[in-house]
């Protein structure tokens, strides 16, 4: 029987992956809709922190989480990054069922991005260095902002080249695979815990319970 017709939908992205990336959705667009209004000031700061906390989570999860939660299975370095982008200019799609190198890229820009908005907001809050944090912090957010659109865009582009709806993927966590490529663990308990614990960071801060980070 040939590879592609033993092909079937397959459990690629842990429930943790999945969870920290809608929430990131979810506590991002929550930052930037509740930024420019003072009466929303903790809710921003809420949702921005907890837009860090999950990428420290997801940091921590790219090195003990399942296989293509892994951050050694998708970043590349140049060279492969390079060789991928020519292949796809040929029309050769990348192999396998994790991200691709270049999307990889993006998404790793996206999490430093985000600790770096984190970083000049809590800057900005303890008046380090005058305008210049709040400055850095509109700036770095536009940045981001400019990447998501990117990041969005592909994701939609490559479910059209690739046959696939990778949008759908991200919920579902499955891919259309080969039996042995799939992962054997949701880990729906971690991922249920991240979900929990997301939410009391966000109360705790909302509510001006770690004032060494809002005052
Ligand atoms: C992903 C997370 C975040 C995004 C997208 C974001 C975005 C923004 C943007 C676009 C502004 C400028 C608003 C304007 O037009 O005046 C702003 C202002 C600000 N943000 Fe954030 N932010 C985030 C996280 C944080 C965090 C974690 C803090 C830390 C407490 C913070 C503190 C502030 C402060 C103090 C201002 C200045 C408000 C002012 O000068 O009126 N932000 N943020
Ligand atoms: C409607 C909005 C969004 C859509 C449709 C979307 C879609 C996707 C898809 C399909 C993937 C998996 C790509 C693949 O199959 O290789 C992905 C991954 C990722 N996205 Fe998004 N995304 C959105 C918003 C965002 C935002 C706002 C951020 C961050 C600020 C973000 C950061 C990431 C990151 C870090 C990953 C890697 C996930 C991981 O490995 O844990 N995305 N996104």
Redesign the pocket.
Known sequence: MKACEQKQSVL??DFP?RV??WL??I???GAWLTSESEAQQMIHYAFGYS?CAL?VF?IV??VVGTR??RFGQ?IKGPREILTHLKALLKGKLHQGL???PL??L???A??G??LLIGLTGYGNVKEFLGDLMGEAHEFIANV?LA??AI??A???I??LVQKEN??R??FTGR?HGLPEEAIRFPQYLIGLFLILAWGYFFYLVVSSAIPELTQ
């Open positions: 690629v992205w992956v920290f990336h990131l959705l506590s991002f667009s837009s990428v997801r999860w790219g293509y939660a998708f994790g991200h691709n999307g990889a993006a998404m790793v996206l999490m991005l985000v981001t990447v998501v990041h969005v592909a994701a939609f490559m479910s990778l949008v993927s991200m891919k």
